[in-house]
C-alpha cells in the first residue's frame, strides 16, 4: 500500500515534469519580459518592427537594423530567458562598431511574438527567418553570420546544418551538446529520468552533419558556467567539421557574462576581419 502510494506520487510527479517542462526549459514568462520589449531607437538605431508569420500561424517580431555600410548581417539567436530588448546594448555595439546590420527575432511565446515555445515551434520560427532572410534583397546583398548563446547556440547550429549554404560563419557561445545532457548537471536528482525530456536540441548529432568543412565556427566558452557544463563546449568543437574553427575559453566566464570577460571583442573583431565579413 505504501509502496503503491509512493510511485503514484513519483509518476504524478514525473507527469508533472514532463507536461511542464517547457515552462523551466523556456522560461520566456520570467522577469515580466513577455510584456515589454525595448526598441532599437531608445539606443538611436534605425529599424524596422516586422511581424513574420509561420507557417502554422504565429506571428513573431522582429527587429531589421540595416547599416548602409555593412558587408555582414548577424543573425541573433536569442538565449532562453528575456527578450530581444535585452540585446539591443550588443546590437548597438555589433552597429556602431563592425559597421555590421543586425536581425534579431523573439521566438514563439518570447517577448511580443505569439504561441508557446517547443522545439518543433522554434525550428519553424527559424525557417521563417531564413526564408525571409532569403526573400530580402538588402540581406540577400549580405553575407551571414549567425550568432547565438545557450539556446541560441542550439537553433544556430540546427540552421547551419539546415542552410549551410546561406551561412558565411557562425559564433557559439556556451552551448549545450542537447538539454538531456545538460539535466544532470542542473538537476542531479533528475539525472536517472533524463529521457522524459522531449525537448532536446540534439546539437551533438546536428553539428557534425555540417555538410560545408569551409564554413568558419568560433566557438566562445565560459569555463565557469554554471548552466552548461564547460566539457559540451569543447566536444562540439571538436565534433564540428569546419577547417576554420577556433575555440576560445574565458577562465572567469559564467553563463551569462563570458560577453563582458576581457578579449571577448578582441576575438569576435579578429574572427570577422580574418573572414572578410567586417
Ligand atoms: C557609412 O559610411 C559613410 C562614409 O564613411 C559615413 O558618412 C556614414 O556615417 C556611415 N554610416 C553608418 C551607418 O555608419
Ligand atoms: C542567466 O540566464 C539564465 C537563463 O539563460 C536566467 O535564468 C538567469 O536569470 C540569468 N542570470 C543572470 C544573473 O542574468
Not at 533524463?194 to 540534439?202: Q, Y
Not at 552533419?209 to 568543412?213: F, K
Not at 563570458?258 to 578579449?263: E, N, P, R, Y
Given at each position: 500500500m505504501v509502496f503503491a502510494s509512493a510511485t503514484v506520487l513519483v509518476s504524478a510527479s514525473l507527469g508533472a515534469l514532463y507536461l511542464y517542462q517547457n515552462k523551466l526549459v523556456y522560461p520566456s514568462w520570467a522577469q515580466g519580459a513577455r510584456d515589454r520589449v525595448d526598441t532599437p531607437d531608445m539606443y538611436g538605431l534605425p529599424y524596422e518592427d516586422l511581424r513574420l508569420k509561420t507557417s502554422d500561424g504565429e506571428l513573431l517580431e522582429a527587429f531589421d537594423i540595416r547599416n548602409e555600410n555593412s558587408t555582414a548581417t548577424i543573425l541573433v539567436l536569442c538565449p532562453n530567458a528575456g527578450n530581444i530588448g535585452y540585446f539591443l546594448p550588443v546590437a548597438k555595439f555589433l552597429y556602431d562598431e563592425f559597421k555590421m546590420s543586425v536581425f534579431l527575432y523573439s521566438y514563439r511565446g518570447y517577448g511580443l511574438s505569439t504561441g508557446f515555445p517547443s522545439e518543433m515551434g522554434l525550428k519553424i520560427d527559424a525557417d521563417t527567418v531564413m526564408d525571409h532572410l532569403a526573400h530580402s534583397e538588402f540581406h540577400k546583398s549580405q553575407k551571414l553570420v549567425l550568432y547565438g548563446r545557450s539556446l541560441g547556440g542550439a537553433n544556430s547550429i540546427y540552421l547551419a546544418r539546415k542552410y549551410t549554404d546561406m551561412c558565411d560563419a557562425v559564433i557559439l557561445e556556451n552551448?549545450?551538446?542537447s538539454i538531456r545532457k545538460v539535466i544532470p548537471y542542473v538537476f542531479p536528482l533528475l539525472k536517472h529520468v533524463?529521457?522524459?525530456?522531449?525537448?532536446?536540441?540534439?546539437s551533438e548529432h546536428e553539428i557534425e552533419?555540417?555538410?560545408?568543412?569551409n564554413l568558419p565556427f568560433l566557438f566562445l566558452a565560459g569555463l565557469r558556467d554554471e548552466i552548461v557544463p564547460p566539457p559540451h563546449m569543447r566536444l562540439l568543437y571538436k565534433l564540428?567539421?569546419?577547417?576554420f574553427k577556433r575555440f576560445v575559453e574565458f577562465p572567469l566566464g559564467s553563463h551569462n557574462d563570458?560577453?563582458?570577460?576581457?578579449?571577448y571583442w578582441v576575438v569576435v573583431r579578429e574572427f570577422l576581419q580574418k573572414h572578410n565579413l567586417i
Open positions: 552551448t549545450f551538446l533524463s529521457f522524459m525530456c522531449h525537448e532536446v536540441w540534439d552533419n555540417i555538410q560545408d568543412e564540428c567539421p569546419s577547417r563570458t560577453i563582458i570577460q576581457d578579449g
